[in-house]
């Protein structure tokens, strides 16, 4: 009988990550800038689901359990490359280039704009405007109040706005992350 059961985990495991693997590997890639690392994070994210599985099946929402899984493991990994930064630059330090009058909008794009936030105001925007949740769904990913999501998106967009200098960064930030049509909460009737 336990055979069975660890089939039909299996089955359903298999199935769980066909439907969300590449969705998990793009928040992985717009919440750490890193197309390559991406790929890498979803998939060790997926195993430890796996590991977790009767867990996360059990879960009400498990693709939100999944986003929170990512959005940690995306957190470790960013804290740990500027920790590595932090160490090289003691012992090689880099000649500051400065550039006159600097045209943030031309030199900036989206990905790189998003790199510039805290990891939470980019995880708040990335979820909300590039992957269209709601704001409880962002919440339910990240563990924290739908009145956090609204805050850190809110202070996310204006930084983005200013990083960028023009005032369509939801319909930006949308298409950074590969989804035509309307950024979310632009007349969806979804909470805003």
């Given amino acids: 009988m336990g055979a069975l059961v660890d ?11 066909e439907r969300h693997y590449a969705e998990l590997s793009r928040l992985a890639w717009l919440l750490t800038g ?6 890498d ?16 099946r059990a879960a009400e929402h498990p693709v939100a359990y999944a986003r929170g899984v990512v959005a ?11 920790r590595e930064r932090r160490r090289i630059a003691l012992f090689w330090p880099q000649r500051e ?3 006159e009058n600097p045209d943030v909008a031309g030199v900036l794009d ?14 708040c925007v990335v979820l909300r405007h590039a992957f269209d949740l709601s704001e409880k769904d962002t919440a339910l990913a990240l563990g924290v109040s739908v009145g956090t999501v609204k ?4 202070k996310g967009m204006a930084e983005l706005q200013r990083l960028l200098g023009t005032a369509e960064v939801p319909r930006r930030v949308h298409a950074a992350a590969g989804h035509p049509g309307k950024p979310a909460g632009e007349d969806t009737g979804r909470d805003r």
């Fill in 110 to 123: 989206v990905r790189e704009a998003l790199r510039r936030l805290p990891f939470r105001k980019r995880a």
């Fill in 97 to 99: 280039e400065r550039v």
């Fill in 41 to 56: 994070l979803a998939a060790d994210a997926l195993l430890a689901l796996w590991h977790r599985w009767d867990r996360v």
């Fill in 151 to 154: 805050s850190q998106t809110s």
């Fill in 34 to 39: 890193e197309a390559d690392a991406a790929d």
């Fill in 72 to 82: 940690n493991m995306a957190r470790t990994r960013i804290r740990g490359a500027v």
């Fill in 7 to 17: 089939d039909a985990a299996s089955v359903e495991f298999h199935a769980f990550f």
